[in-house]
């Protein structure tokens, strides 16, 4: 069974400074992970993914993510904060592609919220 | 190019009723799936399709809950005996083949009163 933890349900951030968006998974495979971002009454976009290839991942929007093995972790950080950033953000892992369940996984959220 | 599209945007209902969710994927894409997220958790599984057979059904709740896809491209998720703890945004995507990335839909808001 795979499954991930989001550690944070509501993040707050001023303009300009720096997000981190904490995750942590749990796989019996090498897992496929991903982080997409819902803005109100729009629909899931993928951000970024990491797919056993290089562990640092650089997606849209100035994010990237870092795939740690030996801490099951795969946060979500930029570097400022833009306050169209202000989302609900979802990590999100899935079986290696090609292989196993095909569904994905979400986390419950992280609730991105950008101060002027 | 046209992304996924769901059909009502929103729709309201009673209970006991029966309704038909609809998904348009995008063209080309062989692979479906149908997700429900509930008020302020991530989207749940339910069921995956490649092409017109269901792959994987294991995430439907119970018997009540039906999707088809009879010509391998627009599904249609069917909810029979529609129960208050049905309401939730019921989320389509698709993708051009099996464990590529998922492109999703905006969504359907199913209200049971």
């Known amino acids: 069974a795979q499954s991930v933890t989001q550690l944070d349900s509501h993040v707050s951030v001023s303009e300009g400074t720096p997000v981190l968006l904490r995750c942590n998974y749990s796989?019996?495979?090498?897992?496929?992970l991903f982080w997409y971002v819902q803005h109100p009454n729009k629909g899931l976009q993928l951000l970024l993914k990491?797919?056993?290839?290089?562990?640092l991942v650089k997606g849209i929007n100035g994010f990237e993510a870092e795939f740690k093995k030996s801490e099951t972790s795969f946060h979500l950080t930029k570097p400022s904060a833009h306050m169209s950033d202000a989302a609900e953000y979802f990590c999100?892992?899935?079986?290696?592609?090609?292989?196993?369940?095909?569904?994905?996984?979400f986390g419950s959220g992280t609730r991105l919220q950008v101060q002027p | 190019g046209a992304g996924v599209s769901q059909t009502p945007s929103n729709k309201v209902t009673e209970k006991g009723k029966y309704v038909e969710l609809r998904c348009d994927p995008i063209?080309?894409?062989?692979?479906l799936y149908w997700y429900r997220q509930s008020l302020g958790q991530g989207p749940e599984f339910l069921i995956y399709?490649?092409?017109?057979?269901?792959?994987?059904d294991s995430g439907l709740p119970n018997d009540r809950f039906f999707a088809v896809r009879p010509e391998g491209s627009v599904s249609t998720l069917k909810i029979q005996r529609t129960e208050r703890g049905d309401s939730a945004v019921y989320l389509c995507?698709?993708?051009?083949?099996?464990?590529?990335?998922?492109?999703f839909g905006p969504g359907t808001r199913l209200t049971v009163l």
């Open positions: 995507a698709s993708s051009p083949m099996t464990g590529t990335e998922q492109f």
């Open positions: 796989s019996s495979y090498s897992p496929s």
């Open positions: 990491y797919t056993s290839a290089a562990t």
């Open positions: 999100v892992v899935s079986d290696p592609l090609g292989t196993g369940r095909r569904a994905l996984t």
């Open positions: 063209s080309g894409h062989t692979a």
């Open positions: 399709f490649q092409g017109t057979g269901a792959a994987d």
